[in-house]
Protein backbone atom coordinates (compact mmCIF):
# COMPACT_ATOMS: atom_id res chain seq x y z
CA UNK A 1 0.00 0.00 0.00
CA UNK A 2 1.41 3.29 -0.89
CA UNK A 3 0.74 6.54 0.59
CA UNK A 4 -0.04 6.88 4.81
CA UNK A 5 -1.27 4.20 6.95
CA UNK A 6 -4.63 4.13 7.54
CA UNK A 7 -3.69 4.76 11.33
CA UNK A 8 -1.95 7.96 10.37
CA UNK A 9 -4.98 8.95 8.57
CA UNK A 10 -7.38 7.72 11.71
CA UNK A 11 -5.15 10.62 13.39
CA UNK A 12 -5.68 13.16 10.62
CA UNK A 13 -9.08 12.71 11.21
CA UNK A 14 -9.14 13.05 14.82
CA UNK A 15 -6.91 16.27 14.46
CA UNK A 16 -9.38 17.78 11.79
CA UNK A 17 -12.00 16.96 14.50
CA UNK A 18 -10.47 18.57 17.22
CA UNK A 19 -9.47 21.62 15.22
CA UNK A 20 -13.60 22.13 14.71
CA UNK A 21 -14.45 21.67 18.02
CA UNK A 22 -11.78 23.76 19.77
CA UNK A 23 -13.16 26.55 16.77
CA UNK A 24 -16.61 25.87 17.82
CA UNK A 25 -15.83 26.20 21.23
CA UNK A 26 -14.02 29.36 20.92
CA UNK A 27 -16.96 30.89 18.93
CA UNK A 28 -19.44 29.85 21.66
CA UNK A 29 -17.35 31.80 24.07
CA UNK A 30 -17.22 35.04 22.24
CA UNK A 31 -21.12 34.77 21.93
CA UNK A 32 -20.30 34.86 17.81
CA UNK A 33 -20.80 30.84 16.88
CA UNK A 34 -25.17 31.06 16.77
CA UNK A 35 -24.93 33.98 14.59
CA UNK A 36 -25.58 32.61 11.30
CA UNK A 37 -22.52 30.89 9.87
CA UNK A 38 -19.71 32.06 10.99
CA UNK A 39 -17.16 32.61 8.16
CA UNK A 40 -14.11 31.19 10.35
CA UNK A 41 -16.60 27.63 11.16
CA UNK A 42 -17.58 27.25 7.58
CA UNK A 43 -13.72 27.72 6.69
CA UNK A 44 -12.66 24.83 8.18
CA UNK A 45 -16.01 23.00 7.40
CA UNK A 46 -14.87 23.31 3.92
CA UNK A 47 -11.37 22.55 4.65
CA UNK A 48 -11.86 19.13 6.33
CA UNK A 49 -14.65 18.19 3.90
CA UNK A 50 -12.23 18.83 0.88
CA UNK A 51 -9.50 16.62 2.81
CA UNK A 52 -11.98 13.46 3.23
CA UNK A 53 -12.94 14.24 0.09
CA UNK A 54 -9.90 13.17 -1.25
CA UNK A 55 -9.42 9.99 1.35
CA UNK A 56 -12.43 8.67 0.40
CA UNK A 57 -11.97 9.00 -3.57
CA UNK A 58 -8.33 7.21 -2.78
CA UNK A 59 -9.13 4.90 -0.68
CA UNK A 60 -12.61 4.29 0.07
CA UNK A 61 -14.33 5.06 3.63
CA UNK A 62 -12.69 5.12 6.32
CA UNK A 63 -14.97 2.98 8.96
CA UNK A 64 -14.13 0.88 11.89
CA UNK A 65 -11.82 -1.94 10.52
CA UNK A 66 -9.77 0.54 9.12
CA UNK A 67 -9.48 3.59 11.15
CA UNK A 68 -11.14 2.47 14.44
CA UNK A 69 -14.75 3.74 16.07
CA UNK A 70 -13.01 7.05 17.03
CA UNK A 71 -11.71 7.55 13.67
CA UNK A 72 -15.27 6.33 11.61
CA UNK A 73 -17.08 8.70 13.99
CA UNK A 74 -14.59 11.60 13.10
CA UNK A 75 -15.40 10.82 8.96
CA UNK A 76 -18.78 10.78 10.15
CA UNK A 77 -18.91 14.16 11.87
CA UNK A 78 -16.60 15.91 8.85
CA UNK A 79 -19.41 14.86 6.74
CA UNK A 80 -22.31 15.88 9.12
CA UNK A 81 -20.54 19.59 9.38
CA UNK A 82 -19.84 19.66 5.10
CA UNK A 83 -23.44 21.37 4.23
CA UNK A 84 -21.64 23.97 1.96
CA UNK A 85 -21.11 20.63 -0.38
CA UNK A 86 -24.45 19.19 -1.59
CA UNK A 87 -22.85 16.84 -3.60
CA UNK A 88 -20.45 15.14 -1.36
CA UNK A 89 -22.59 14.79 1.18
CA UNK A 90 -25.17 13.04 -1.12
CA UNK A 91 -21.89 10.40 -2.17
CA UNK A 92 -21.42 10.36 1.57
CA UNK A 93 -24.75 8.68 2.78
CA UNK A 94 -23.87 6.47 0.04
CA UNK A 95 -20.64 5.16 1.30
CA UNK A 96 -22.31 5.55 4.58
CA UNK A 97 -25.00 2.86 4.29
CA UNK A 98 -22.81 0.30 2.14
CA UNK A 99 -20.38 0.91 5.29
CA UNK A 100 -23.17 0.23 8.35
CA UNK A 101 -25.06 -2.96 5.29
CA UNK A 102 -20.86 -4.51 6.13
CA UNK A 103 -21.13 -3.99 9.39
CA UNK A 104 -18.21 -1.39 9.12
CA UNK A 105 -19.92 1.82 10.79
CA UNK A 106 -23.34 1.60 13.22
CA UNK A 107 -26.40 2.37 11.69
CA UNK A 108 -27.11 5.38 13.35
CA UNK A 109 -24.81 7.30 11.06
CA UNK A 110 -26.15 6.89 7.40
CA UNK A 111 -29.28 7.70 9.59
CA UNK A 112 -28.39 10.93 10.77
CA UNK A 113 -26.60 12.13 7.57
CA UNK A 114 -30.13 10.91 6.11
CA UNK A 115 -31.94 13.28 8.26
CA UNK A 116 -29.26 16.21 7.74
CA UNK A 117 -29.59 16.03 3.91
CA UNK A 118 -33.36 15.48 4.01
CA UNK A 119 -33.75 18.79 5.83
CA UNK A 120 -31.17 20.81 3.80
CA UNK A 121 -33.20 19.85 0.80
CA UNK A 122 -36.64 20.95 2.50
CA UNK A 123 -38.32 17.36 2.56
CA UNK A 124 -39.11 15.77 6.09
CA UNK A 125 -36.35 13.81 8.05
CA UNK A 126 -37.15 10.22 9.34
CA UNK A 127 -35.53 10.60 13.15
CA UNK A 128 -36.02 13.56 13.85
CA UNK A 129 -32.38 14.28 14.93
CA UNK A 130 -32.11 17.85 13.17
CA UNK A 131 -33.30 20.78 15.10
CA UNK A 132 -33.60 24.49 15.15
CA UNK A 133 -35.78 27.49 16.60
CA UNK A 134 -38.97 27.36 16.05
CA UNK A 135 -40.79 30.61 15.36
CA UNK A 136 -42.08 30.80 18.71
CA UNK A 137 -38.43 30.66 20.39
CA UNK A 138 -38.22 27.39 21.10
CA UNK A 139 -35.42 24.36 19.77
CA UNK A 140 -37.59 21.88 17.88
CA UNK A 141 -37.08 19.00 16.05
CA UNK A 142 -37.66 20.41 11.79
CA UNK A 143 -40.57 18.45 10.30
CA UNK A 144 -40.55 14.90 10.64
CA UNK A 145 -42.19 12.29 8.11
CA UNK A 146 -45.23 9.41 9.90
CA UNK A 147 -44.76 11.53 13.32
CA UNK A 148 -46.48 8.52 14.86
CA UNK A 149 -43.75 6.08 13.97
CA UNK A 150 -40.65 8.14 14.18
CA UNK A 151 -39.74 6.14 18.02
CA UNK A 152 -39.81 2.79 16.56
CA UNK A 153 -37.44 4.01 13.91
CA UNK A 154 -35.27 5.72 16.39
CA UNK A 155 -35.17 2.67 18.46
CA UNK A 156 -34.34 0.61 15.30
CA UNK A 157 -30.68 2.68 15.46
CA UNK A 158 -30.78 2.97 19.07
CA UNK A 159 -31.62 6.23 20.01
CA UNK A 160 -34.40 7.23 22.98
CA UNK A 161 -37.57 8.84 22.52
CA UNK A 162 -38.01 12.05 20.66
CA UNK A 163 -39.11 13.70 24.01
CA UNK A 164 -35.77 12.66 25.64
CA UNK A 165 -33.66 14.40 22.78
CA UNK A 166 -35.96 17.27 22.82
CA UNK A 167 -35.09 17.91 26.30
CA UNK A 168 -31.40 17.29 25.78
CA UNK A 169 -31.13 19.44 23.08
CA UNK A 170 -32.60 22.03 24.96
CA UNK A 171 -30.49 21.64 28.00
CA UNK A 172 -27.22 21.63 25.89
CA UNK A 173 -28.60 24.61 24.29
CA UNK A 174 -29.10 26.50 27.54
CA UNK A 175 -25.92 25.56 29.04
CA UNK A 176 -23.77 27.12 26.19
CA UNK A 177 -25.76 29.72 25.86
CA UNK A 178 -27.10 29.68 22.56
CA UNK A 179 -30.18 31.90 22.28
CA UNK A 180 -33.06 32.00 19.86
CA UNK A 181 -32.72 34.74 16.78
CA UNK A 182 -33.21 37.83 17.35
CA UNK A 183 -35.34 38.33 14.18
CA UNK A 184 -36.67 34.63 13.38
CA UNK A 185 -38.34 35.44 9.90
CA UNK A 186 -35.15 37.53 8.74
CA UNK A 187 -33.04 34.16 9.83
CA UNK A 188 -34.99 31.77 7.45
CA UNK A 189 -34.53 33.96 5.07
CA UNK A 190 -30.82 34.23 5.19
CA UNK A 191 -31.02 30.47 5.28
CA UNK A 192 -33.33 30.06 2.48
CA UNK A 193 -30.33 32.21 0.19
CA UNK A 194 -27.75 30.34 1.24
CA UNK A 195 -29.44 26.98 0.38
CA UNK A 196 -30.36 28.15 -3.06
CA UNK A 197 -26.74 29.57 -3.27
CA UNK A 198 -24.61 26.39 -2.52
CA UNK A 199 -27.35 24.28 -4.47
CA UNK A 200 -29.80 22.81 -2.05
CA UNK A 201 -32.63 24.06 -3.09
CA UNK A 202 -33.65 25.13 -6.53
Given amino acids: MTG ?3 NDVRRELLALVEEDQQLRAELATEGSLFDGYHPRMRAVHEAN ?5 SIVNQRGWPGEP ?6 AKAAWLIVQHAIGRPAFLREALEALRLA ?5 VPALQPALLEDRIRTLEGRLQRYGTQFDW ?3 GELSPLPVEDPDG ?7 IGLGPLDQSIRAQRQAAASEGERPPRDWHARRRGMEEWLREVGWRP
Fill in 4 to 6: PSW
Fill in 100 to 104: AARGE
Fill in 49 to 53: AERLA
Fill in 66 to 71: RVGPDG
Fill in 150 to 156: IDERRRA
Fill in 134 to 136: DES
